[in-house]
């Protein structure tokens, strides 16, 4: 006679909601956007890394709606992100520079404009623009491709020579 023991309870237990739902809004950027988003666990955030499917451009947000006007006549707009912290730093996604290590004009570094070393990451809202986020101040949007880091660069230096020229006007 055998008598059957019983299995000992070996199931993981199941993952957090928050980390779920990090989890699927991360596959949603994947899958609409291409954009290599990770999970950033301890502050529970997501993150994409800069330097191979975008880069990243980080000014005041008082030039960024300058800059983001400017590019929305030339609809060449892309997706603008503000800082979680309040808002007063505007970063813009970019297709990657062409070169590896770009350079940025010297009158842009005047105006606070700086850019996100290769391999840093940008903290993504956790929703793709359907307005619950206050921090995407333009969306992406799913089989756009981001506007070309060039053209992003070349707004900027125009609208800070504008404000330069109405500083001396």
């Known amino acids: 006679m055998t008598i059957a023991m019983p299995r000992p309870q070996t199931s993981t237990p199941a993952a ?8 699927a809004a991360r ?6 956007l291409g954009w290599p988003v ?5 502050p529970r955030r997501l993150a994409v890394a800069v330097g191979q499917a975008l880069d990243a451009v980080t000014m005041p947000a008082t ?10 006549i030339s609809m060449l707009a892309g997706p603008v992100i503000a800082d979680p912290g309040g808002g007063t730093w505007w970063t813009f996604l970019t297709a990657p520079a062409a070169r590896s290590r770009p350079d940025l ?4 570094h005047a105006r606070k404009v700086h850019l996100t070393p290769r ?11 359907d307005g ?13 491709d981001l ?8 707004a900027t230096r125009r609208v800070v020579d504008h404000l330069a020229s109405a500083d001396n006007g």
Do not use: C, F, M, N
Not at 63 to 72: C, I
Not at 119 to 129: D, F, Q, R, T, Y
Not at 147 to 154: A, E, K, L, Q
């Open 119 to 129: 391999g840093a990451h940008v903290i993504v809202p956790k929703h793709i623009g």
């Open 27 to 32: 596959t949603q950027y994947e899958e609409l």
């Open 105 to 108: 004009p010297a009158e842009l």
């Open 63 to 72: 030039l960024g709606a300058s800059v983001l006007a400017e590019l929305q």
């Open 16 to 23: 957090p909601q928050w980390l779920r739902d990090l989890a």
């Open 38 to 42: 990770t999970i950033d666990v301890t």
């Open 132 to 144: 619950e986020s206050s921090q995407w101040i333009s969306p992406p949007q799913p089989h756009r």
């Open 147 to 154: 506007p070309p880091w060039s053209v992003v660069i070349g």
